[in-house]
């Protein structure tokens, strides 16, 4: 909406997201983003844009967490730390395909037990990549960042809009 696009579709695609044994964190996210890119069907001048967004504390990557549990812990070993957020995303037309990633250096405050308990108890973690969601009630634990706001949300804007201008997007609306 921010770029002025409107879906025709959303459409999650069904992959495995399990990193690779060893695979650092960029490769991971560049690999699975292709691999969303790869299992959307769709008309041969559709636009089909995928995103994914990985958080890593170094070489580590803190995915989507399982359980409550998962993201305690995930948020525990993030809090009084920097790590990097980066998002990859991938567009898809007429047999072309086209990618970019940002990487965001994100500092995540160190979380009081009561912080913690009523972000895990609020569900706002569920689904997100290293447990935490900047846009929500998590963005009160992230007194610093450098990078891109929206791609640590999860979809970059000025990388998204690069791409849709590419694949010629715009020009099919005279914008």
């Given at each position: 909406m921010?770029?002025?696009?409107?879906?025709?579709?959303?459409?999650?695609?069904?992959?495995?997201?399990?990193?690779?044994?060893?695979?650092?964190?960029?490769?991971?996210?560049?690999?699975?983003?292709?691999?969303?890119?790869?299992?959307?069907?769709?008309?041969?001048?559709?636009?089909?844009?995928c995103?994914?967004?990985?958080?890593?504390l170094?070489?580590?990557?803190?995915?989507?967490?399982?359980?409550?549990?998962?993201?305690?812990?995930?948020?525990?070993?993030?809090?009084?730390?920097?790590?990097?957020?980066?998002?990859?995303?991938?567009?898809?037309?007429?047999?072309?395909?086209?990618?970019?990633?940002?990487?965001?250096?994100?500092?995540?405050?160190?979380?009081s037990?009561?912080?913690?308990?009523?972000?895990l108890?609020?569900?706002?973690w569920?689904?997100?990549?290293?447990?935490y969601?900047?846009q929500?009630?998590?963005?009160?634990?992230?007194?610093?960042?450098?990078g891109?706001?929206?791609?640590?949300?999860?979809?970059?804007a000025?990388?998204?809009?690069?791409?849709?201008?590419?694949?010629?997007?715009?020009?099919?609306?005279?914008?």
């Amino acid at each position: 909406m921010q770029l002025g696009v409107i879906p025709d579709a959303v459409i999650a695609a069904d992959i495995d997201e399990t990193a690779l044994p060893g695979e650092l964190p960029r490769a991971y996210c560049a690999r699975v983003t292709r691999a969303k890119l790869d299992a959307i069907a769709a008309g041969a001048d559709d636009i089909v844009l995928c995103a994914d967004t990985t958080v890593a504390l170094g070489r580590r990557i803190l995915g989507k967490p399982r359980d409550a549990g998962e993201a305690a812990e995930f948020l525990l070993k993030l809090a009084g730390r920097r790590h990097s957020v980066i998002t990859c995303v991938a567009l898809r037309r007429a047999g072309r395909h086209w990618t970019r990633t940002q990487v965001s250096a994100v500092k995540m405050k160190r979380l009081s037990d009561d912080e913690l308990n009523g972000y895990l108890a609020s569900g706002e973690w569920q689904g997100k990549a290293g447990g935490y969601a900047i846009q929500g009630r998590a963005g009160a634990f992230i007194p610093w960042m450098t990078g891109s706001f929206t791609g640590v949300m999860g979809l970059p804007a000025a990388e998204t809009m690069t791409l849709l201008r590419t694949a010629g997007y715009f020009q099919d609306r005279n914008a």
